[in-house]
Antibody, heavy 126, light 110 residues
Framework: QVQLQESGPGLVKPSQTLSLTCTVSGASISSGAYYWSWIRQPAGKGLEWIGR???????NYNPSLKSRVTVSVDASKSQFSLKLTSVTAADTAVYYCARESESPHLFDNSGYYAPWGQGTLVTVSS | QSVLTQPPSASGTPGQRVTIPCSGS????????VNWYQQLPGTAPKLLIYTNNRRPSGVPDRFSGSKSDTSASLAISGLQSEDEADYYCAAWDDSLNGPVFGGGTKLTVL
């Protein structure tokens, strides 16, 4: 059974860099046709896709965050990571990592997320 | 404001059937399949329906999904108290070049 677990600082100062790691267990992070993704959720609000990395190492990012986001993978540690620079209070949220499976339909880009990590709250405050 | 539109709330009584709509447009639901997630209070979202109408292993057949043109819907039959949660639809969007989520619907079991 695949499991994901986020880790990282719960408090980050404004203008600094938010760094989170997602540890994958129960499966190899470098095998299979999967994307490894980051999604966040501000308190009381909806879900926002941040970005993802494919097994091959290629990445995609939300255009609204692209200039500040980097997603990387360390297959030797079965981990993938998120870095978000120049954070502000608007970046305060619960951050989730998730595995994205490709749609079984040809030419269908709507992958689906399962499983998810339990989420980690990151607060941006001085 | 979310790209995919869901009503903020829905409700039903135990045993009832409820539907949650998700409205989109051509670059998203009109072109790609829809997935649904259930988020119980204080927990991470969980995949409920994928590729419009498929249920992952372990999801009761009380849950079903459908899609038509630029809209989708989630139906829950035989409503139970444990179904009280937030429900989100999601689909790929060509304008974003990434996945978009609905704003979520909070389901209350009366």
């Amino acid at each position: 059974q695949v499991q994901l677990q986020e880790s990282g600082p719960g408090l980050v100062k404004p203008s600094q860099t938010l760094s989170l790691t997602c540890t994958v267990s129960g499966a190899s992070i470098s095998s299979g046709a999967y994307y490894w993704s980051w999604i966040r959720q501000p308190a009381g609000k909806g879900l926002e896709w941040i970005g993802r990395i494919y097994t091959s190492g290629s990445t995609n990012y939300n255009p609204s965050l692209k200039s500040r986001v980097t997603v990387s993978v360390d297959a030797s540690k079965s981990q993938f990571s998120l870095k978000l620079t120049s954070v502000t209070a608007a970046d305060t949220a619960v951050y989730y990592c998730a595995r994205e499976s490709e749609s079984p339909h040809l030419f269908d880009n709507s992958g689906y997320y399962a499983p998810w990590g339990q989420g980690t709250l990151v607060t941006v405050s001085s | 404001q979310s790209v995919l539109t869901q009503p903020p709330s829905a409700s039903g009584t135990p045993g009832q059937r409820v539907t949650i709509p998700c409205s989109g447009s051509s670059p998203n639901i009109g072109s790609y399949s829809v997935n649904w997630y259930q988020q119980l209070p204080g927990t991470a979202p969980k995949l409920l329906i994928y590729t419009n109408n498929r249920r992952p292993s372990g999801v009761p057949d009380r849950f079903s999904g459908s899609k038509s043109d630029t809209s989708a819907s989630l139906a829950i039959s035989g409503l139970q108290s444990e179904d009280e949660a937030d429900y989100y639809c999601a689909a790929w969007d060509d304008s974003l070049n990434g996945p978009v989520f609905g704003g979520g619907t909070k389901l209350t079991v009366l």
